[in-house]
């Protein structure tokens, strides 16, 4: 019996065991899983921002700005620059402001500050301004030359030239023949930086034997206009301008003053100086100098154009030239007579 027992136990164990191999195994635990490695950002790049603001004379509120220098009545200055301006843009869509300098060397000073990228400069502020600022030269003034009685160029009288001359004013009756006779008179030039109104006026003085400082007693009239009047009403005995003032159609001293050429003369008469004309500055990109050259030249070409630029400096027509052409050549005689454009330049502290 014992014996039946232990082979039953027996065969119990062996079918344990042999159930025990045949199981399916049991999942082995997972390996531990590696970290990702990161990924490569690519560096965040600022966005581009186009820009807001318009080019220069693409709107009104960033004009291309013309500043005039203020050789005569200033109002009249200012309404037919502005008619330049309406002009040009009718031509070439570009938006342009018009600024009347206070003298000379505020629209040279404007020009070299950016605050003004074209210039309508007379003849010595071009000079100044090469030199300070190398200002670029575009176009010079064309007008019908006028030749008065005492002029050895009579024959140019009609003819358009690109220079003109300054005169020496006094009233008929004031016995004043020559330079010598201006000794000790009141004397009205027209402002420091006027080439006929003032530096060579100056020259001519000196060399006839006249210190402008202590021989006369000079005063500055503010403009060629008011040197005239000045003379007329017997303000000053003498004075200079370009000429003719007397005559000028674009400053009409003759409507206010209908005998101011039978009252007044002159006595008087300078060598040829190179008539003023349209500079831009430096930085002012080519295509806004073409338009605007480009513009000007049809204005010069338009009869009703013409109207305008006669109005505003008695402007005939243009030329396209450079400094080197009239300026440089009048530079080096100025500098011959001891007139250096450097003496004449504010230097910086």
Wanted: with cysteine; aromatic share 8%.
């Amino acid at each position: 019996m014992k014996n039946n027992l232990f082979k039953v136990l027996v065969s119990i164990v062996v079918l344990a065991l042999t159930l025990s191999a045949c199981a399916t195994p049991t999942t082995e635990a997972p390996k531990p899983t590696e970290a990702p490695k990161p990924t490569a950002v690519p560096p965040t790049v600022a966005p581009t921002v186009a820009p807001t603001a318009d080019p220069l004379g693409t709107s009104a509120d960033k004009p291309i700005v013309m500043t005039f220098v203020p050789s005569g009545d200033t109002a009249k200055i200012a309404k037919a620059g502005q008619d330049i301006a309406d002009y040009l843009k009718k031509v070439n869509g570009l938006n342009y402001k018009v600024e009347v300098g206070t003298s000379e060397a505020a629209s040279i000073e404007a020009m070299g500050g950016n605050k003004a990228q074209v210039g309508f400069l007379n003849t010595f502020a071009i000079v100044l301004a090469k030199t300070k600022y190398d200002i670029e030269v575009a176009l010079v003034n064309q007008r019908v030359y006028v030749a008065i009685p005492i002029d050895p160029d009579k024959d140019l009288g009609g003819k358009i030239t690109p220079y003109y001359k300054g005169q020496f004013l006094t009233q008929t009756t004031s016995g004043i023949k020559s330079y010598a006779d201006l000794k000790g008179k009141t004397f009205c030039f027209t402002s420091a930086s006027s080439t006929s109104g003032n530096i060579i006026p100056r020259i001519i003085l000196k060399a006839n034997g006249i210190d402008p400082d202590k021989d006369l007693k000079a005063t500055f009239a503010g403009g060629h206009d008011k040197a005239a009047i000045a003379v007329y009403n017997g303000d000053c005995v003498a004075g200079v301008t370009f000429v003719d003032t007397l005559t000028d159609v674009s400053l009409k001293l003759y409507e206010k003053y209908p005998d101011i050429s039978k009252k007044v003369t002159a006595f008087a008469i300078s060598d040829r100086i190179p008539n003023d004309g349209v500079q831009y500055t430096k930085g002012l990109s080519q295509k806004i100098k073409d338009a605007t050259t480009d513009g000007l030249l049809k204005m010069a070409a338009d009869p009703e154009g013409v109207k305008v630029l006669k109005s505003l400096y008695n402007i005939d027509g243009f030329e396209k030239a450079g400094y080197d052409k009239y300026y440089k050549p009048f530079e080096d005689v100025l500098a011959k007579a001891g007139v250096k454009a450097e003496d004449y330049v504010t230097k910086p502290k």
